[in-house]
């Protein structure tokens, strides 16, 4: 078994168990999505239907439809709890005159219950790392675009807190953090799966800690655990969690412990079918021998 598959029914459990606090503690998932709506002001594109692929608790969402007001925008998630927590926030005027268009699903981005060609949009801020097949992941969010549409998504790479993935170096034989693709990989991908013009960059953001357990809470906070299938299955032992202690605090600068992440930025379209001189379409395939 692959020891970095993740377990989906704990990643949904824990999600919808961090739903209630997640927007307090969500800082660095806010301000890249903040980031990424400001890149759509460069972009000419009013979508009818709009697909909003691990909405959450619905903030990038609600600030989608305000930016596209006759939009509907699809907000999947796989975490009930999350969805639920959107619905919440939604006024009581909104809910009763439609001024914000939202329609909750909950569902996996690896198996989306839309329609092919059904969206204008696909947005995706920072869950596309939760997709066990990130390949199949972007055939998928083809699949459902119609010709012309939009991809944009945010996702982690790999220097993503770096930091504690080497202050768990030495502690134990288990995987303790998600693996994340690297942006050149990402962008073969897109092509792989049918996408033109994919434009991929990277930014890294550092948070700041006092100690390690207020890195580990905030993670644990945002639904963020270790759901891979090489993760222990106990609490960690005192030596192990005093020798974490140990590794971390040889990072510590000016007073402070980093947690670094590798920001991915992403869009793509879906263009227009290739057709031969006689008009019939040509279809890209691959063979295994």
Known sequence: ????????????????????????????????????????????????????????????????????PAATVISLDIAIGMLQNAQSRSSWWQKLFGGVRQLPVCADVEALPLASGSVEMVWSNLAVQWCNDLPATFVELHRVLKTEGLLMFSTFGPDTLKELRQAFKGVDERSHLNRFADMHDIGDMLVQAGFAEPVMDMEYMTLTYEDVRGVLQDLKTIGAHNTTAGRGQGLMGKNAWARLLENYEKLRRDGKLPATYEVIYGHAWKPAPRVNRDGAAIIKTSFKL
């Open 1 to 68: 078994m692959n020891e970095f598959v993740i377990d989906k029914k704990m990643m949904r459990r824990a999600f919808s168990r961090a739903a209630a606090d997640y927007d307090a503690t969500a800082v660095l998932q806010r301000e890249v999505c903040t980031r990424m709506l400001e890149r759509l002001d460069y972009i000419k594109l009013q979508p009818v239907q709009l697909l909003d692929a691990g909405s959450g608790t619905g903030w990038g969402g609600r600030k989608l439809a305000e930016k596209y």
